[in-house]
Nanobody
Framework: QVQLAESGGGLVQVGGSQRLSCTAS????????MGWFRQAPGKEREFVAG????????YYADSVQGRFTISRDNAKNTVYLQMNALKAEDTAVYYC???????????????????WGQGTQVTVSS
């Protein structure tokens, strides 16, 4: 099983951009579907974006569609979340998640993922 470590969080202004990274340990990163989730204070964890093993399929929450882009580099064991046109409501702790699968699909349900990172805080200020 992989271990995940997020990085790239911080303070950014409304309308700005931020890129998060999630690096996985292990040699079989390409066997894992990956997802990004976030949790704001007082709210439940919510799906942000998912990407298939190969990177050929992606899926986004409606709230970030057109602003965020998920990608992965299997050679670097890393998945990225490029966030543009950030809004105050994007403020949250962002988590990456993984699950080994034989399918090249994407998943948006948090219960489907079995490995989680520690999270990285993103604060969008005006």
């Amino acid at each position: 099983q992989v271990q995940l470590a997020e990085s790239g969080g911080g303070l950014v202004q409304v309308g700005g951009s931020q890129r998060l990274s999630c690096t996985a340990s292990g040699r079989t990163f390409s066997d894992y579907a990956m997802g990004w989730f976030r949790q704001a204070p007082g709210k439940e964890r919510e799906f942000v974006a998912g990407i298939s093993r190969s990177g050929g399929a992606t899926y986004y929450a409606d709230s970030v569609q057109g602003r965020f882009t998920i990608s992965r580099d299997n050679a670097k064991n890393t998945v990225y979340l490029q966030m543009n046109a950030l809004k105050a409501e994007d403020t949250a702790v962002y988590y990456c998640a993984a699950r080994k699968t034989t399918s090249d699909g994407t998943w948006s349900r948090s219960w489907w993922y079995d490995t989680w990172g520690q999270g990285t805080q993103v604060t969008v200020s005006s």
